[in-house]
């Protein structure tokens, strides 16, 4: 099993529409969660961290379930600069600094 | 400034040329990665320093030697690569201690073996 799991899409969505990506990490005494965006052929950029109240930036919301060993990010109201990699990032190993990239989720937003 | 700054942006190195790439980040950060990114992978993590410490090693071949002279510097030395060792090569920052904060990456040293 990887250490960091995403469904790789694409998904295809309209303008406005609501679209949800889920990832699955695979230890449990991982402590530090984070979503990323990388456009194609630049580094990745920090979208938001996740919290374990869940969080809300904007049109983007994560949520982290712990029991379930997921996070999840919804982006509401599309728009076409939306289009991206969405990236889940998991630190491993609590006390130490490994962050893990899931495999990535390929979103493209149509007029 | 939440700026981490690699050069060179792109490389062409022969497999029997000894090269380095460089990363420099000003934003106190304690921890300082490297990840390897191929063509629609995700990046993967290769080392990790923590306090100018190696804290982590993903079993990266010996022919990439990471080197971190300060807490502001990071070195990836190369040496007889292979054109599979062609990617991007990303490093990044963060917070150290118990739960490691969010990552600030470089736009990446695009290398290609030849």
């Known amino acids: 099993r990887k250490e960091v799991e995403q469904d790789p899409g694409p998904f295809n969505v309209p303008e406005g529409a609501t679209v949800a990506f889920n990832c699955t990490y695979s230890n449990s005494a991982s402590q530090s969660f984070f979503w990323y965006r990388q456009d194609c052929r630049k580094e990745p950029k920090l979208l938001m961290s996740v919290y374990s109240s869940g969080n809300e930036d904007g049109r983007f919301t994560a949520q982290l379930n712990r029991a379930s060993q997921y996070i999840s990010l919804l982006i509401r109201d599309s728009k076409l600069s939306d289009s991206a990699t969405y990236l889940c990032v998991v630190n491993m190993e609590a006390g130490f600094q490994k962050l893990v990239f899931g495999t990535g989720t390929r979103l493209l937003v149509s007029p | 400034d939440t700026e981490v700054t690699q050069t060179p942006k792109h490389l062409v190195m022969g497999m029997t040329n000894k090269k380095s790439l460089k990363c420099e980040q000003h934003?106190?950060?304690?921890?300082m990665y490297w990840y390897k990114q191929k063509a629609k992978k995700p990046p993967e993590l290769m080392f990790v320093y923590s306090y100018e410490k190696l804290s982590i090693n993903e079993s990266v071949p010996s022919r990439f030697s990471p080197e971190c002279p300060n807490s502001s510097l990071l070195n990836l030395h190369l040496h007889a690569l292979q054109p599979e060792d062609s990617a991007l090569y990303l490093c990044?920052?963060?917070?150290?201690?118990?739960?490691?904060?969010?990552?600030?990456f470089g736009q990446g040293t695009r290398l290609t073996v030849v």
């Open positions: 990044a920052s963060s917070r150290s201690g118990q739960t490691a904060g969010e990552a600030f």
């Open positions: 934003m106190g950060h304690r921890a």
